[in-house]
């Protein structure tokens, strides 16, 4: 995926271009600045010392020397004082710049820490915020792999409304745990939500909650009774494989369609890159991961019935007995449709990240 969160030390990503949390003076500080220096040797100092003084929110560019990356791009972030003075846009201009060299120098992939959040202060979910935002923005327009590295866990903070209202919701809703029911047989703990919806269901179709059963289930998504399923002869199965409804790949092309937006404007929002869409453009049977399947669910802003019946097609399911899928239709009941937002919550509760 061309924007990814990942838990690394960053003197170690191999990548054309790693970022470096400079000093405005040519010293060497402690953090992501010592680690980089550390693993660069003495040369990269002496490069540094070469540039001189750095401005707040500018960005200079070194060679890699020791490190797996061919260039250190060093940028000097804000100290943070209360936030009235310029602090965000700093901040920003720091992400814009260190991406505008990168370019500029033909780089395919380049690694950013959460700059200034270290002895500088900066608040971290607002410095992420502001990280994803600039990169979101930046790949809407260009091509490059972009990482966001944070060292540990601890590093890395979503806001706490929004981590709140996330675990209010996977709370409500998420299957926790196995439990037995009156005659002993295991069955799944469900949430409160789900089995309201569940009784609510069943009862405007003129049923009983208490007389649902698995096979009551399957043909109510069936639409057929199991009777006439189970009779079916050969030949009826490969009518009913003639009237199956179009693929992942066509439904996709399909809805792109709809959009009357341009392809590149859809893989780019979801956070897909070209190569990847070209293989699903070109091949009607292309099996996407389910990762990439709700990434296109997300940039089409389909809901959540629409986005259902979309991962369907590759074979795919929403499951309350998932933390991921939780969070995934936490944020397709609020219309929330930023990919990049998504994969912070996903970061933060330990889930993989939607994309290729």
Known sequence: MPFEIVRNDIANMQVDAVVNTANPDPVIGSGVDSGIHKKAGRKLLAARRKIGRINFGDAVITPGFELDAKYVIHT?????????????????????????LAKKHE???????????????????????????????????????????????????????????????????????????????????????????????????????????????????????????????PDDWGQLLKDLDAGFSETLLQLIDRTGKKDSEIYKKANVDRKLFSKIRNNMDYKPSK???????????????????????????????????????FFLVNRNYDVFELNEVLFAFDQPLIGA
């Open 76 to 100: 000097v972030g804000p100290v943070w004082e209360d936030g009235s003075h310029q602090e965000e846009q700093i901040l920003a201009s720091c992400y814009r710049k260190s991406l505008a």
């Open 107 to 233: 780089c395919e992939s380049i690694a950013f820490p959460l700059i200034a959040t270290g002895n500088y202060g900066f608040p971290k979910p607002l410095a992420l915020q502001i990280a994803v935002r600039e990169i979101s923005t930046f790949l809407l327009e260009n091509e490059m792999q972009v990482y966001l590295v944070v060292f540990g866990r601890e590093a890395f903070a979503l806001s706490e409304k929004l981590f709140s209202s996330v675990s209010s919701y996977i709370d409500e809703n998420y299957i926790r745990s196995k439990t037995f029911d009156e005659y002993g047989e295991e069955s799944l703990y469900e949430s409160r939500s789900e089995i309201r919806r569940k009784r609510d269901r069943l009862n405007s179709s003129g049923r009983d909650y208490k007389d649902i059963c698995p096979i009551q289930a399957m043909e109510e998504c069936l639409d057929m009774p199991a009777s006439a399923a189970v009779s079916m002869a």
């Open 291 to 329: 990762q990439t399947a709700l990434a296109f669910a997300f940039a089409l802003e389909l809901d959540i019935d629409e986005t259902r019946d979309f991962i369907g097609r590759a074979g795919f399911a929403l499951s309350h007995s998932s933390k991921f899928d939780v969070i995934v239709e």
